[in-house]
C-alpha cells in the first residue's frame, strides 16, 4: 500500500489541492475518449487493425500460392478468377497481397522493436544520469540523426548484404534515436518530480525508480511514436524493396511488387497499383493512429 | 550573434568526428576478410600477394591507426576510389553532384511556396473546407512514398497523356527546356512529400502563435488582421518551419536515391545503387559521407537563419 502512495504523492509533505488530485487518479481515460472523439484516428484505428488481421490470417485465406505462376494467365486484369489480376509471372496479385502483409507487418513488429528497445533504454540511462553519459550518448544519437534514414539502411544493408533480417536491423538502428530523444527529454523531466525524489530518498534502487516510476509515464508518448514509426517502417522496407533490398524474389514484398511490374506499367498497370495501394493505405492507417494519439494526449488541442 | 554562431561551429565537431567513425566503420560491416573487400571479390590472390596488400594498406595496423590515416586522406580531399573503375570518388562525385542538387533544388523550390501558402491559409481558417482539404491531403502526402509517387506520375504523364518522357536525362546547359522536362516528374515525386511535411509544420506553428496572448494583444489594440499576421504571427512561426525545413532538405538527398534510380538520372543516388549490385562498397561509403557532410552543412545553415530571425539570438553577444 505504501508504494502506491509513493507513487502517486508524497502524502503529509506535499499538500495538494482536491481539485489536481481528481485529474490525476484517471488521466488514461481522457485521452481514450479523446482519441475516439476522432474521426480520423479511428479510421486510421480501423486500417491498423484490418492490416494486422491481414498480416496474420492472410496467407491461410489466400486462394492461390505466392509463387504460383498461371502462364496461361499472365497480366489478366482484375475480376473473373483472379480478383484483382494477375502479374507478369500470371501469379495473382491478390494473394502475394495477403502474403506480403506479413512481411510488412513482421518488418515493422521487429525494427520498431529494436529501436524501441534500444532506444528507451539508452534514453532513460541518458535522462536520469545525465553529465557525461547523457552527452555521450546523444552526441551518438546526433551522429546517427545526421544521415538521412533511408541512406543509412541503404548503407547498412547494402554492407551486411541484402536480407530481410538485415532489413529490419537498419530500420531499426536508423529509427533508434527518435525513441531515444523522447525517452531521455521526459526522463530528465520526470527526475525532478516529487515522486520520484521520494522514491529515491526512501532508497528505492535505480532500476526500481525507472522501471516503476519513470517508464510508466513514458507510456503515452511511446505509442505515438511506436506508431509513426511503425508507420516509417512498412514505408522504408517497401522502398528498399523497391530498389532490390531485402528479400529475394518471387518474395511478395509489396515494394517490390510496384518494382517488379514497374516496366508493364502500360499493359498491367493493376499490378503497380493494387499493392502500392496496400503500402499507401497501411502507412496513412500508422500515421492517423499516432498523430491522433498524441492530439488528444495534448490538452492544448483538446479543446 | 558571433558568439552565437562559433558556439554552433564548435558543437559541429563532435558531431563530424561522429559522422566520419560511422562512415569509416561502414565497409568494415562486410562479412570477410577485408582484402577481398578491397580488391573485389574476384581477386584470386596467393597467401604472399595478400600479406603484401595487408601491409601496402596498413590493414595490419590497429583500427584507430587505420582511422587516422583515412581521415587524412578524407581531410585533404581523397575520400576513396571506385572498384570498379579504379577512378577517384571525388571526381566521379562532383560529376554527379550537380545533378542530385538540382533534382533537390527543384524539389524544395516546387514543394516549399505551396506547402506554406496552404499551411498558412489553413491555419488562418481553421476548420473551414479548405483546412480539411489541406489536412487531408498532408496525410496521403506523408503516407505515399517517393518509387509509388512517380509510377503514379509516370502512369499518368508519360504513359497515358504522353507529355513527360518516363525516364531519361537531358543536360541543363545542352537543352533547358528538354532538362526541364526530364526533371519535373522526379522533382515531384521527390517534393511532394516534402511539400505535406512543411505544410503540415506550417499549419502547426501558425495555429500555435495565433493562439498567443500576444497576438491577442495585437488585435485587441486595433490592428488590421493582415498586419497582425505579418508583424507578430508569422515571423515567431517561422522558427519551427526552419527547423524541419532543414532537417527536411537534408532527407531529400536520401530520397533521391530511389528517385534518381525510377528516373534513369546520373545523379549520386543513382551511382549508389548501381554501387550496390556491383559490390563497389567504397562508393557506398563515399556518398554516404558526402551526405551526412551536407547535412551537417544544412543544419549549420539553418542555425545562422535562426540568428537572423531571431532578435534575441541577433542582438545578444
Redesign the interface.
Known amino acids: 500500500m505504501q508504494q502506491v502512495d509513493v507513487q502517486t504523492r508524497p502524502v503529509g509533505l506535499v499538500q495538494t489541492p482536491p481539485k489536481q488530485r481528481a485529474q490525476s487518479i484517471k488521466p488514461r481515460p481522457s485521452w481514450v475518449r479523446g482519441l475516439l472523439r476522432q474521426r480520423?484516428a479511428l479510421t486510421g484505428l480501423i486500417l491498423v487493425l484490418f492490416f494486422s488481421v491481414v498480416a496474420i490470417g492472410g496467407a491461410r485465406v489466400a486462394p492461390y500460392g505466392f509463387s504460383e505462376q498461371h502462364s496461361r494467365d499472365r497480366m489478366q486484369p482484375p475480376g473473373g478468377a483472379y480478383v484483382l489480376g494477375t502479374d507478369e509471372f500470371g501469379r495473382d496479385i491478390f494473394s502475394r497481397l495477403l502474403y506480403g502483409a506479413g512481411i510488412s507487418f513482421q518488418v515493422g513488429v521487429i525494427s520498431v522493436g529494436i529501436s524501441g528497445l534500444a532506444g528507451i533504454l539508452l534514453g532513460l540511462v541518458a535522462g536520469y544520469r545525465g553529465g557525461w553519459v547523457d552527452a555521450i550518448l546523444s552526441?551518438?544519437m546526433?551522429?546517427?540523426f545526421?544521415?538521412?534514414?533511408?541512406?543509412?539502411a541503404?548503407?547498412?544493408i547494402?554492407?551486411?548484404?541484402?536480407s530481410l533480417p538485415n532489413v529490419m536491423l537498419a530500420i531499426g538502428i536508423v529509427n533508434t534515436p527518435t525513441f531515444m530523444r523522447v525517452v531521455r527529454g521526459s526522463t530528465l523531466s520526470l527526475r525532478r518530480t516529487t515522486y520520484v525524489e521520494a522514491a529515491v530518498s526512501l532508497g528505492a534502487p535505480t532500476v526500481r525508480v525507472l522501471a516503476r516510476h519513470v517508464f510508466p509515464n513514458l507510456a503515452a508518448p511511446l505509442i505515438v511514436l511506436a506508431s509513426l514509426n511503425f508507420?516509417f517502417a512498412v514505408?522504408a522496407e517497401?522502398?528498399l524493396a523497391?530498389?532490390?533490398?531485402g528479400n529475394k524474389p518471387p518474395s511478395p514484398s509489396w515494394?517490390s511488387m510496384?518494382?517488379s511490374s514497374?516496366g508493364f506499367?502500360?499493359i498491367a498497370?493493376w499490378a503497380?497499383?493494387f499493392p502500392?495501394a496496400a503500402?499507401?493505405?497501411t502507412?496513412?492507417g500508422f500515421?492517423?493512429l499516432g498523430?491522433g494519439v498524441r492530439d488528444a494526449l495534448d490538452p492544448?488541442l483538446r479543446y | 550573434m558571433r558568439k552565437y554562431l562559433l558556439t554552433r561551429v564548435a558543437l559541429l565537431v563532435p558531431v563530424l568526428l561522429g559522422v566520419s567513425i560511422v562512415t569509416f566503420s561502414l565497409i568494415r560491416l562486410v562479412p570477410g576478410d577485408p582484402v577481398t573487400v578491397i580488391l573485389g571479390p574476384d581477386a584470386r590472390l596467393t597467401a604472399d600477394q595478400v600479406a603484401n596488400i595487408r601491409t601496402q594498406y596498413g590493414l595490419d595496423d590497429p583500427a584507430p591507426v587505420q582511422y587516422a590515416k583515412w581521415l587524412g586522406k578524407v581531410l585533404s580531399g581523397d575520400i576513396g576510389t571506385s572498384f570498379r573503375t579504379g577512378r577517384s570518388l571525388t571526381q566521379e562525385l562532383a560529376l554527379r553532384l550537380p545533378v542530385t542538387l538540382e533534382l533537390t533544388a527543384l524539389a524544395v523550390v516546387l514543394g516549399i511556396v505551396p506547402a506554406i501558402l496552404v499551411g498558412i491559409l489553413a491555419a488562418v481558417r481553421r476548420n473551414s473546407a479548405a483546412d480539411y482539404i489541406a489536412t487531408m491531403s498532408t496525410l496521403v502526402g506523408i503516407s505515399v512514398p517517393n518509387f509509388l509517387l512517380a509510377t503514379l506520375l509516370v502512369l499518368a504523364f508519360s504513359i497515358w497523356l504522353r507529355w513527360l518522357p518516363p525516364i531519361g536525362y537531358v543536360e541543363l546547359n545542352i537543352d533547358p527546356l528538354g532538362n526541364l522536362k526530364t526533371m519535373l516528374l522526379p522533382a515531384i515525386s521527390l517534393g511532394l512529400p516534402f511539400a505535406a511535411i512543411m505544410m503540415r509544420i506550417t499549419r502547426s506553428s501558425v495555429l500555435e502563435v495565433l493562439g498567443q496572448d500576444y497576438v491577442r494583444v495585437a488585435r485587441a489594440k486595433g490592428l488590421r488582421s493582415d498586419g497582425v499576421l505579418g508583424r507578430h504571427v508569422l515571423p515567431n512561426a517561422a522558427i519551427p518551419v526552419i527547423t524541419v525545413g532543414g532537417i527536411q532538405i537534408a532527407r531529400l538527398l536520401g530520397g533521391a536515391v530511389i528517385v534518381e534510380t525510377i528516373f534513369g538520372l546520373p545523379g549520386i543516388g543513382r551511382y549508389v545503387y548501381e554501387a550496390i549490385s556491383m559490390r563497389d562498397y567504397p562508393v557506398v561509403q563515399g556518398v554516404t559521407l558526402v551526405v551526412a557532410l551536407a547535412f551537417v552543412l544544412v543544419s549549420l545553415i539553418v542555425d545562422v537563419l535562426y540568428a537572423v530571425v531571431d532578435p534575441r539570438l541577433r542582438m545578444a553577444d
Open positions: 480520423l552526441l551518438l546526433d551522429v546517427v545526421a544521415f538521412p534514414a533511408i541512406l543509412l541503404i548503407a547498412i547494402a554492407m551486411l548484404g541484402s508507420a514505408l517497401a522502398s523497391f530498389l532490390g533490398l515494394g510496384v518494382s514497374y506499367l502500360e498497370p503497380a497499383l502500392g503500402i499507401a493505405l502507412v496513412l500515421n492517423l498523430d492544448r
